[in-house]
């Protein structure tokens, strides 16, 4: 299952996590804290959580075990997660594109994926920040929890236990990238459905169709029919 460390306190497990892998030699070491300071989330972005409410988790993976585009990873990722919070809740639990996990139509996980050396080893460093029991979001207007979204309080402990020994299991035992494509859209948040976007600043409707092995995601817009999108040149606005 690989190691699980613990800090009662810290800014970032993701940057925290470079310290634990100078001593230890696993393919699979996390570190969680219920306390993260400076959470950081995609492209700059921070991870704002309350103190002994949420989860904060890195996992790091050594490189040269995983066989798949940076893009693929990140979707194999997701997949992993929201089959846990899945199997754990017994909802139907949805990837917003690329990365972000929704229950309910509120945001509940958040993921970062980075790529780090240390100590001649190349390492996937995936964090994640899961809300579980916090009660109010007064600040973040599309976030939710698991104890908002479902009203079951889960254990911050055996809740960490269990999501560190099925995301070990499930990076041990990666399906092929066209298997991993498929699992990342069939549970893609909107897809097929008429939303509202954004693009500089204009808003019309549109259709999510799918995500690609590019990591781009193809949207059918009312005014310029099927296009294709990197994160940040689009919105979807809830």
């Given at each position: 299952?690989?190691?699980?460390?613990?800090?009662?306190?810290?800014?970032?497990?993701?940057?925290?996590?470079?310290?634990?892998?100078?001593?230890?030699?696993?393919?699979?070491?996390?570190?969680?804290?219920?306390?993260?300071?400076?959470?950081?989330?995609?492209?700059?972005?921070?991870?704002?959580?309350v103190a002994g409410k949420n989860i904060a988790y890195t996992l790091a993976v050594k490189a040269q075990s995983i066989l798949l585009s940076d893009f693929i990873f990140n979707y194999y990722t997701a997949v992993a997660i929201r089959d846990f919070l899945a199997n754990l809740t017994d909802h139907d639990v949805k990837i917003k594109w690329p990365n972000d996990i929704i229950l309910k139509n509120k945001k509940i996980v958040g993921i970062l994926i980075e790529k780090k050396k240390v100590n001649q080893n190349n390492y996937f460093i995936i964090g994640a920040g899961f809300n579980v029991l916090q009660d109010h979001f007064d600040e973040i207007s599309h976030a939710g929890s698991l104890l908002t979204q479902t009203g079951q309080a889960y254990h911050l402990d055996e809740f960490v236990l269990n999501l560190h020994e099925y995301l070990s299991e499930k990076l041990k035992n990666i399906p092929s990238e066209e298997e991993i494509i498929e699992q990342f859209n069939r549970n893609l948040y909107r897809r097929n459905e008429i939303s509202v976007f954004e693009i500089e600043k204009e808003r019309q409707n549109g259709i999510i169709r799918n995500a690609d092995e590019k990591g781009e995601l193809w949207i059918e817009l009312e005014r310029y029919g099927l296009q294709s999108f990197y994160h940040k040149e689009i919105r979807l606005l809830y």
């Open positions: 299952m690989g190691q699980l460390f613990y800090l009662k306190e810290c800014s970032s497990t993701n940057d925290e996590i470079s310290k634990f892998l100078l001593y230890e030699n696993s393919d699979f070491i996390a570190l969680h804290t219920f306390n993260q300071t400076k959470g950081r989330g995609q492209y700059g972005n921070t991870w704002a959580a």
